[in-house]
């Protein structure tokens, strides 16, 4: 049972515009969410979190804006650069006693190709 | 850098045979996490240790055990292995605090089972 889905496999944006990445999920015992960058060969690299008590988060060209009632949240990449071709994956997490504190659940990734 | 290391890079192995993973955290971290990426499949969480005792299960195989050393470095065992344990997997270390899980990853062991 896939709690965590990206829906977009792959994504295609040219330089300097914005790339939006979408990730949905099911459980509402998700307090915490990351988003994770992956080149090829490579392990995941963090790259930026929020909280369950926030809606927005920003670091530099990231912002992840999460919707609780929907159940979504989303990155933003603004300006697109070709360096951000990768794979981001959605994770989300709990951290309340009695839930799954710790483990992370991921989606299955978005291909992102920014092109010049 | 994310200061994960894991051993080895490539691993290529038969059917039938046991293979361990290594893993060592980042400096201070106390949770060990181990996933696995087959083809066309998101991270898939295997098995959590912190501070040397295991703490989460996910969908691991009863092949497949781990272990925390108390240096805290880990290892990931798979035995009997088949054809579809060929996969990446990755191990991550975290603080593990309260206020926020940022888990950070090594670059993976590539296992191919022939």
């Known amino acids: 049972d896939q709690q965590v889905k990206q829906n977009s496999p792959s994504l295609s944006v040219q330089e300097g515009r914005i790339s939006i990445l979408n990730c949905d999920y099911t459980?509402?015992?998700?307090?915490?969410f990351l988003w994770y960058k992956k080149y090829p060969a490579e392990g995941p690299t963090f790259l930026i979190s929020?909280?369950?008590?926030?809606d927005k988060n920003e670091d530099g060209r990231f912002t992840v804006f999460l919707n609780k009632s929907a159940k979504h949240l989303s990155l933003h990449i603004v300006p697109s650069q070709p360096g951000d071709s990768a794979v981001y994956f959605c994770?989300?997490?709990?951290?309340?006693?009695?839930?799954?504190?710790?483990?992370?659940?991921f989606g299955r990734g978005t291909q992102l190709t920014v092109w010049p | 850098d994310s200061g994960v290391t894991q051993t080895p890079k490539h691993l290529i192995t038969a059917t039938g045979q046991r293979v361990t993973l290594r893993c060592s955290p980042r400096?201070?971290?106390?949770?060990v996490y181990w996933y696995q990426q087959s083809l066309d499949q998101g991270l898939q969480f295997l098995i959590q240790?912190?501070?040397?005792?295991?703490?989460a299960k996910g969908n691991i195989l009863e092949r497949f055990s781990a272990q925390q050393f108390p240096d805290l470095h880990s290892e990931l065992n798979l035995s009997s292995l088949e054809l579809g344990d060929s996969a990446l997997y990755f191990c991550?270390?975290?603080?593990?605090?309260?206020?926020?899980?940022?888990?950070?990853f090594g670059p993976g062991t590539r296992l191919t089972v022939l």
């Open positions: 459980n509402s015992m998700f307090d915490y």
């Open positions: 929020i909280s369950s008590i926030k």
């Open positions: 991550a270390s975290s603080v593990l605090r309260d206020t926020d899980n940022e888990q950070f």
């Open positions: 400096s201070g971290d106390l949770s």
């Open positions: 994770a989300a997490s709990g951290r309340k006693r009695g839930s799954t504190l710790g483990r992370l659940y």
């Open positions: 240790y912190y501070n040397g005792e295991e703490r």
